[in-house]
Nanobody, 126 residues
Framework: EVQLVESGGGLVQAGGSLRLSCAAS????????IGWFRQAPGKEREGVSC????????YYRNSVKARFTGSRDDAKNTVYLQMHSLKPEDTAVYYC???????????????????WGKGTLVTVST
């Protein structure tokens, strides 16, 4: 059974940092691209970052470039999203997702997702 379990969300002041983790199991993790997505209240779910398998190449949506860093540890079947300089507009439920392919096409779109985690809430206060 495929499982993706996010952790690390919480309440942080604007300008602060958080690191999200996603522990994966039930599939060939090292051969699978993993995406980070988010959904703010009243908005559609959007791609934030994609971390490719094999070479670990990463892609980011423009609004988080230079602030967020995605990484993976294949030995631990875990991906991370380090977030710095957080802004109130980053407030959302953050999801990690197993993508269909090994590589990222871009920072990720919901159509590429094979399986979703349940999400972790990030709230950035002013």
């Amino acid at each position: 059974e495929v499982q993706l379990v996010e952790s690390g969300g919480g309440l942080v002041q604007a300008g602060g940092s958080l690191r999200l983790s996603c522990a994966a199991s039930g599939f060939a993790f090292e051969y699978t691209a993993i995406g980070w997505f988010r959904q703010a209240p009243g908005k559609e779910r959007e791609g934030v970052s994609c971390i490719g398998s094999r070479d670990g190449s990463t892609y980011y949506r423009n609004s988080v470039k230079a602030r967020f860093t995605g990484s993976r540890d294949d030995a631990k079947n875990t991906v991370y999203l380090q977030m710095h300089s957080l802004k109130p507009e980053d407030t959302a439920v953050y999801y990690c997702a197993k993508l269909y392919g090994q590589y990222c096409l871009d920072y990720g779109s919901p159509e590429e997702v094979d399986h979703w985690g349940k999400g972790t809430l990030v709230t950035v206060s002013t």
